[in-house]
């Protein structure tokens, strides 16, 4: 072969080989850009209004300036934390279902279609049909029925967190190797218990990711918390009163005639995003402090 | 203390493809045997009947008679409960990846519900010993992850993780296949070693390791079992021409 004929070769590849790195680049760039340009613009926005007070105080009445948002941090919090305890489990336990017990039965195609259109139905539809399935029917021996509360928030939610979690569980399930059942089989475990002390425990990072992006998605929600939750002005903590969440919040005061107002919905905003990050971030230490050295 | 194995009738499907014929042999209880064929030829499917993880699939079907020592296993015993008494290291090492070295020894017995630490510390020196891996990982036993070690130290890793449950039986399907010459060979010393106490099952496509390790070799061929005699007799002296054709490279 000729040295000539190699030497163009070779510079083929090395251009081919630079155009498809610096696409894969451009692609992550594009990715990442709208989340930076959304962070440093919230920043700008919102960085002015943070104060002590924003973090300790409840709303001002209308029209006064000052206050701040700690009702709705503690309000999405307990939504939050009510979602994940409805939301976590249901959505692991159907997963496990659907990748493992059920694996090809009717039933668990059917649970499946079902995640999958629950995962679409508009936020707003979830909001209504808590409404209707729980504040509208007045049924005095039935706790949380027939008002506005924190609990039908949580609900809403919650319902919205299981379809990703049943998925992504069912997704990272069917990656664990078919060897690392046999093993598991092989030291005569039952089949439940290699699922659950085996499957699932090797597949547990992906789990943990899907509950995060579960969590995060509603975390921001605002239109399933309308008709359930429903807002707040005061402190309460209690699950049978309405409660105040941030993104309730946010929305209310963005959409109002008052610039402090405006101005704290930046801020709130800003928060919102941080808080996401931090709870995200906190999650993801913990459940890596288990991990082993050169664990895959 | 191992026991024998007896074989009768042993048919076996995948679906409609019948993958062993008319099975028969006796495995004797404290020997290693090595079974020897072809890729396809139900070698393998054969050491899955014997812990009866053929049936794991589901469109897998056996019928026959296997006993293990006394126990027919296809009548009087659950696959679990046979499983705890046949160990099995897999062709490929498959240490549980996320468990440290530590729990992937204790893991057959923590899965039976032993929790006592003395007792596990004890077992997993054992093991660990008896695979001839202690030395090579006793400082990290909980600090690292099976996955971390060598493809060797996996195997051996897999072989200890088997020994734990204290079986009677070690089926081991191809357990080389996957690993480099020194590492082979100490899984063949390995073997030496453990046919003093259990009884040893190996699927290998690599005729030496057979003729190294083993005391009896079973030729197998388009699931039949063609001929099952001393070692020494299947390399030297095979009573079927076509084990004579396998063993001297005419196919296969």
Redesign the interface.
Known sequence: MSTGNSDWRFRWRTATDRLATGLAVLATAVVVAPLVAIFIYLVYKGARSLNVAFFTQLPKPPGEVGGGMANAMLGSAILLALASVIGVPIGIGGGIFLAEFGRGTKLANAIRFTADVLNGVPSIVMGVAVYALIIKPKIPWLPFTGHFSAFSGGVALGIMMIPTVCRTTEEMLLMVPHSIREAALGLGAPNWKSVLSITVRTASPGIITGCMLAFARVAGETAPLIFTAFGNAFWSTNLQRPIAALPLQIYIYALSPYDDWRRQAWAGSLVLIVLIVLAVSLVRYVASRGVLKGAS | MGVGIEVSNLNAWYGSNHTLQDINLNIPANHATALIGPSGCGKSTFVRCI?R?HE?NPIARVSGTVRIGELDIYHDAT???????V??V?Q?P???????IYDNVA??L???GYSNRRALDDVVERSLKDSALWDEVKD?LK???G???SGGQQQRL?IA??LA?DPEVLLMDEPASALDPVSTSKIEDLIFELKTQYTIVIVTHNMQQAARVAEKTGFFLNGRMVEFDSTHKIFTNPSDKRTEDYITGRFG
Do not use: H, Q, W
């Open positions: 812990n993880m794991t696959p679990v409960e046979i499983r705890r008494r160990g099995m897999f490929r498959n240490p549980f990846p996320t468990m440290s893991a057959g923590k899965l039976n990290d600090k690292k992850s996955a971390s070690l897999c993780r088997a449950v």
